[in-house]
């Protein structure tokens, strides 16, 4: 990515349906365009739309010659009402040996947690491959697993070649490598498609996947800071205005209320669920909250 004269822009969710998603996303969505059961908000997936300005209509890939390459982050937001598949995803050199750009590094951030809310996180002690393809044969797949309980406010860690899954009764803000390349491992019975001979491939026993402590900073919380993503939360008052220099590429994601994201000759209205891209060498921003607000700042490194 490279200097940029392309102002800050949002973008138009894209909601993905999923098998074990939701129809009703209030109070993020009050409407999501289908009858069916939505799983994810993709913010900044490629076939994301530009909602106004100058860029109004393109799509996120369709910008990426003037954006100097694709966008490198996908952001999400998860609403799930039944288990996720158990997954794991390839690493940089995994994936470029299949013929893909990059592997799938990702992390979690809390928005919303029932009471008794887990996430699957790696593999217990002393499990091995062969005890992973057999435990997905007799159904007892779970039980290798490290499920971690979480609540608002918890950041995940997920770096590739982990297992994983994510339970019910969670809304999540996902900030990814820009890649889907999931294996589907095991699925508690549903009648869809597993990858289990490329999964098993790129499996790591060890990883580093946990929760990560956050850090409070000069006027903001860093929620994680790894290879390819830093995730950091700001908290407005009302009328407030902050200065923030982003040397990008990234975005903000509006989590509560309501912010203005100002560049010289660009205003660009930032409600939650929704997120504008700060293409990389804007350099600074002016973010003005009209009341409270709370916004994520997702900005992969300088390449």
């Not at 109070?27 to 059961?37: A, I, K, M, R």
């Not at 026993?205 to 994680?224: C, E, H, N, S, W």
């Not at 209320?257 to 700060?278: F, H, R």
């Not at 060498?281 to 994520?296: L, N, P, S």
Request: aromatic share 6%; with cysteine.
């Amino acid at each position: 990515m490279t200097t940029t004269e392309i102002a800050p822009f949002r973008l138009t969710p894209k909601f993905s349906e999923r098998v074990w998603g939701r129809k009703d996303l209030k109070p993020w969505y009050e409407e999501t365009g289908t009858t069916e059961l939505v799983g994810e908000a993709w913010l900044t997936g490629p076939q994301c739309v530009v909602e106004e300005g100058e860029l109004e209509g393109k799509t996120l890939a369709s910008l990426s010659t003037e954006l100097g390459g694709e966008f490198p982050l996908l952001i999400k937001l998860l609403f799930p009402n039944e288990k996720l598949s158990v997954q794991v995803h390839p690493d940089d050199a995994q994936a470029q040996a299949i013929g893909q750009s990059r592997g799938k590094t990702e992390c979690w951030y809390v928005l919303e947690a029932e009471p008794g809310a887990t996430v699957a996180l790696g593999l217990k002690e002393g499990v091995t491959i062969d005890k992973i393809a057999a435990a997905v044969a007799d159904g007892t797949m779970e039980s290798l697993m490290e499920w971690v309980p979480v609540q608002v406010g918890d950041m995940l860690y997920v770096d590739a070649g982990t297992v994983h899954a994510i339970g019910p009764g969670l809304v999540l803000l996902e900030t990814q490598q820009t890649s889907d390349i999931t294996y589907r491992l095991y699925d508690y019975g549903r009648p869809r498609e597993l990858h289990l001979e490329q999964g098993l491939k790129v499996i790591k026993t060890k990883t580093a996947a946990g929760k990560v402590a956050p850090k409070q900073m000069d006027g903001f919380t860093r929620l994680i800071e790894q290879k390819y993503f830093t995730v950091d939360r700001y908290d407005l008052e009302e009328m407030e205005e902050r200065h923030l220099t982003v040397e990008g590429p990234g975005c903000l994601v509006g989590l509560k209320g309501s912010v203005w994201v100002i560049t010289p000759g660009s205003e660009v209205e930032l409600e939650p669920g929704k997120a504008v891209v700060i293409p990389a060498g804007t350099g600074e921003i002016v973010v003005e909250a009209e009341e409270g607000a709370t916004f994520a700042l997702c900005v992969a490194p300088v390449s």
